[in-house]
């Protein structure tokens, strides 16, 4: 397979912003990452780090005031940001599907479940009504919905949290896509159906060999399913690397103090340190590291200049003063 087959998608120097009464927001800065069939790719970060419009980005679903203004999102090598919108509206659905972030405001109330899995799929398939009910409830089954042929018929107020976020799923899922984007899929849900929902993606994942992209701002739900990571902040990539390098290595000020913020299984009695300072004002970007107003480590150079991506190992990269202070360092040592 040759290298550029080798992605299902290729986003590469994405810029989008969003034109306000107050200025430009660039919400996504210059991102770059790549997909493989069947992987999943993690995007960490928390609000305003720019990790919810990189999905939509690709969906090309942004508001009226948000604009993709550089660089290329690539579907098996094509730059779909060039195409138009009929182009668009067969890969929404047929090659890559959606979780929205609450189930309740994603549902139409007005139209029952059925009515609304159905519209999906004679959308996307040359499936007629029958065909598509028939479809409807088999998804449902996949997707773990008890009495789908009862389910079909209700509306999304009668179905409990975990209920509707299944049938979110099953509406991503109706059309078997290429791409799975899931934001922040679990956040309104209790733990338990957390890792239900999680189990239950991982199942359809390999049973479909489709590719996800999950977007949170728990590095605890993503340890286990994604085989790469992304940690965002301000519109941009602060560090990329496989479960265990971010989790046992991190290289980057603001990921180690993510970490330092989850409570560790082994030692309960350890206090939780919260990262201080309040999220970056998008308008008023520094001119060098994004998250240097809030990093404890910070130095000069954080503020003037913004630090390139510093290969660390073969699979982890990060953007950090700290990382190119440390390499001189060991350098001088070396010549010593």
Not at 53 to 70: C, D, F, H, N, P
Not at 76 to 105: A, V, Y
Not at 139 to 155: D, F, H
Request: glycine share 8%; charged share 25%; aromatic share 6%.
């Amino acid at each position: 397979m040759g290298e550029e087959n080798k992605y299902i998608l290729e986003v590469k120097d994405l810029h989008t912003s969003f034109f306000t009464e107050n200025g430009e927001v660039q919400a996504v800065n210059g991102i770059s990452f790549t997909l493989e069939q069947g992987k999943t790719l993690g995007i960490v970060g928390e609000s305003g780090s720019g990790k919810s419009v990189t999905a939509y980005s690709i969906m090309q679903i942004l508001a009226e005031t948000g604009k993709i203004t550089g660089g290329e999102v690539r579907f098996h090598g094509e730059d779909i940001t060039k195409w138009n919108r009929l182009q668009m509206q067969k890969f929404r659905g047929e090659k890559c599907s959606i979780i929205f972030q609450d189930p309740m405001t994603s549902l139409n109330p007005v139209f029952t479940v059925g009515s609304q899995l159905m519209e999906a799929i004679l959308l996307h398939t040359d499936k007629d009504k029958k065909q598509a009910r028939e479809r409807a409830i088999e998804i449902l089954t996949l997707v773990g919905v008890n009495e789908p042929e009862s389910r079909l018929k209700q509306y999304p107020h009668e179905l409990s949290g975990g209920m509707r976020q299944r049938v979110m799923i099953a509406m991503a899922l109706v059309c078997e896509p290429d791409i799975l984007i899931a934001d922040e899929p679990t956040t309104a849900l209790d733990v338990t159906i957390q890792a239900q929902i999680l189990e239950l993606m991982q199942e359809l994942q390999k049973k479909l060999g489709m590719a996800i992209i999950m977007v949170t701002h728990d590095l605890g739900v993503i340890a286990s399913m994604c085989d790469e990571i992304l940690v965002m902040y301000g519109g941009r990539v602060c560090e990329r690397g496989t479960a265990d390098d971010i989790f046992y290595a991190p290289a980057h000020e603001y990921t180690k103090g993510l970490l330092r913020s989850i409570p560790k299984a082994d030692n309960m009695n350890e206090k939780l340190v919260p990262i201080g300072g309040t999220p970056i004002n998008l308008l008023q970007m520094p001119a060098g590291c994004a998250f240097c107003p809030r990093c404890d480590a910070a130095m000069k150079i954080c503020l003037r200049e913004k630090p390139e991506e510093l290969r660390v190992s073969d699979t982890h990269l990060a953007s950090c003063w700290m990382n190119i202070k440390e390499l001189y360092k060991a350098q001088e040592g070396e010549r010593s």
